[in-house]
């Protein structure tokens, strides 16, 4: 039991030197004073009663990047929405379409595309020819 304290101890002490020697070089690092400012708290202004403490002036936000909208390109009305759209090619094609072709077609994203044939198979409105090509529901 005694020998256990007494390695517990001796780890203990290397733990603790060998966390000095990594902050020493971690304030190297920084640049010297860095590393003090971070390992110890800052005081306080003291205040006086002439002088008045400065109030931090908040900065607002940055704004966010609005996220450009995709148009609707290559003939699809652009008032329709993304069922009407996604339906009114698979009602037009003889075969079938690909959700690959849908995509190109109608530039929206594979998730938006495999939404809408999603809705329009449970409506009833369009049928899975094979795997991936979708046509309109016949009868």
């Known amino acids: 039991m005694?020998?256990?304290?007494?390695?517990?101890?001796?780890?203990s002490k290397t733990i603790s030197k060998l966390s000095a020697k990594v902050e020493k070089l971690a304030q190297e690092l920084m640049g010297g004073d860095a590393g003090k400012a971070s390992a110890?708290?800052?005081?306080?202004?003291?205040?006086?009663?002439?002088?008045?403490?400065?109030?931090?002036?908040?900065?607002?936000?940055a704004k966010k990047a609005t996220p450009r909208k995709r148009t609707v390109s290559k003939g699809v009305a652009s008032g329709?929405?993304?069922?009407?759209t996604v339906y009114g090619m698979i009602s037009r094609s003889r075969n079938g379409v690909s959700v690959a072709q849908l995509r190109e077609k109608t530039d929206f994203e594979v998730r938006q595309v495999n939404n809408a044939i999603y809705k329009l198979k449970q409506k009833g409105k369009i049928e899975a020819l094979s795997r991936g090509v979708y046509g309109k529901k016949k009868g």
């Open 2 to 11: 005694k020998n256990v304290q007494k390695e517990l101890l001796f780890i």
């Open 40 to 61: 110890k708290k800052a005081k306080a202004p003291r205040r006086n009663k002439k002088t008045k403490v400065k109030q931090a002036v908040r900065k607002s936000p």
């Open 80 to 84: 329709a929405g993304i069922l009407d």
